[in-house]
């Protein structure tokens, strides 16, 4: 069984659209997250989320959005896209305010 | 804010040879973690150490949470062609409730038969 999915896989799309990636655990646990992998390899955290506060990092854009319609997803909605936008957007778990964070396996994004 | 330095960016060893890296803060942690990425994989947690001074194996790795609690270092022994990835450090930022963790930039690891 996979703990942490996402889709897409890979996205390909153009300067402007609004898209979204969808990311589903099945561990259980109440807090997810959302990092950015650039071409370097830096992973950045964008948002983490539980059911009683959104933290955002002040570095993302108003134009990413995380939405959960329940506790087991955490999906990133993102509008008017741009080529800075291109990455590898991951998903990830905990459980409360653990530490120990469980990743899906990515989504490619490149915005053309 | 906080960062972490991991040494070195990448390392090219034969295999069944021994692999030491290390990660290094400014800033003090209580917690370290090690992860391991392979090709088009999401990073996947190896070793979580809590406790300065403390040393924690998984296999073949060995990770240690420096005395200093600014520093903390992974070995691999034996290495063997599976063991091809890139190799984080990462610690949590302090963020409201939940812990947001903040990663190095890497070593990259080749392993050559």
């Known amino acids: 069984d996979t703990a942490v999915s996402q889709t897409p896989k890979y996205l390909v799309t153009q300067m402007g659209n609004d898209k979204s990636i969808k990311c589903e655990q099945n561990?259980?646990?109440?807090?997810m997250y959302w990092y950015k992998q650039d071409s370097k390899k830096f992973l950045k955290i964008m948002f983490s989320y539980n059911n009683k506060e959104l933290i955002i990092n002040e570095t993302v854009p108003n134009r990413f959005s995380p939405k959960s319609p329940d506790k087991a997803h955490l999906n990133l909605h993102i509008n008017s896209l741009e080529l800075g936008d291109s990455a590898v957007y991951f998903c990830?778990?905990?459980?409360?305010?653990?530490?120990?964070?469980?990743f899906g396996p990515g989504t490619r994004l490149t915005v053309t | 804010g906080q960062q972490l330095n991991q040494s070195p960016q990448s390392m090219f060893i034969q295999e069944g040879e021994d692999v030491s890296m290390n990660c290094t803060s400014s800033s003090i942690f209580n917690t370290w973690l090690w992860y391991k990425q392979e090709p088009g994989e999401g990073p996947v947690l190896l070793i979580a150490l809590y406790k300065a001074g403390e040393l924690t194996s998984n296999g073949r790795l060995t990770a240690q949470f420096g005395i200093t609690r600014k520093d903390s270092f992974l070995n691999i022994s034996a290495s063997i062609p599976s063991d091809v990835g890139i190799y984080f450090c990462a610690g949590p930022l302090l963020s409201g409730s939940a812990r947001q963790l903040t990663f190095g930039s890497g070593t990259q690891l080749t392993v050559l038969p």
């Open positions: 561990l259980g646990h109440d807090t």
């Open positions: 990830a778990s905990s459980q409360g305010s653990g530490v120990e964070q469980y």
